[in-house]
């Protein structure tokens, strides 16, 4: 090889990197979905429980609370039928919450894991670990009295 021409990548390898390095995100990128949106619905779940144990307004239970938080809430694909669903998702498994903590906890804290020597390196934005909304979770599920006494292995075990 001439100094010119010396590490130079023919097609091909330029075309099997760009799609290892599609098909790794891809991949991770549903695993994160994945996790956070069960995350997402264990603690709407949670909320609702928490609202209907605690709430001021004790005499909106069931149906009819739901029926009136999704007119509340008012967004797309929030409807009674959903809210209803994260509800018993929570009321199944509450014992979730540290789980969901130490998941949410380890993915602000840490920058994403991608194989360091087939991407080279990440734009700042990626490595980015500023994150406001873990101590508001972490608070709200300290509010509660629940005692949480089962205990999941690793905190993939969130991801349905």
Not at 78 to 100: D, G, K
Request: charged share 20%; with cysteine.
């Amino acid at each position: 090889m001439t100094a010119g021409t010396e590490g130079a990548m023919t097609l091909g390898q330029l075309a099997d990197r760009i799609v290892q390095v599609d098909e790794t995100l891809r991949q991770q990128a549903a695993h994160a979905v994945n996790c956070m949106l069960t995350a997402r619905n264990w603690f709407i779940g949670f909320y609702i429980v928490e609202f209907e144990q605690h709430g001021a307004d004790r005499a909106q239970y069931g149906e009819q609370l739901l029926k009136t938080l999704a007119k509340r809430i008012n967004r797309k694909g929030m409807t009674w039928r959903r809210l209803y669903e994260y509800r018993a998702f929570y009321n199944v498994y509450p014992q979730l919450q540290s789980e969901i903590l130490n998941y949410l906890q380890s993915q602000m804290q840490r920058p994403t894991e991608l194989p360091a020597k087939k991407l080279r390196s990440l734009p700042a934005i990626f490595q980015s670990t500023e994150n406001q909304s873990l101590p508001i979770l972490q608070s709200a599920v300290a509010k509660s009295s629940e005692p949480w006494q089962t205990h999941i292995s690793s905190p993939s075990s969130i991801c349905l």
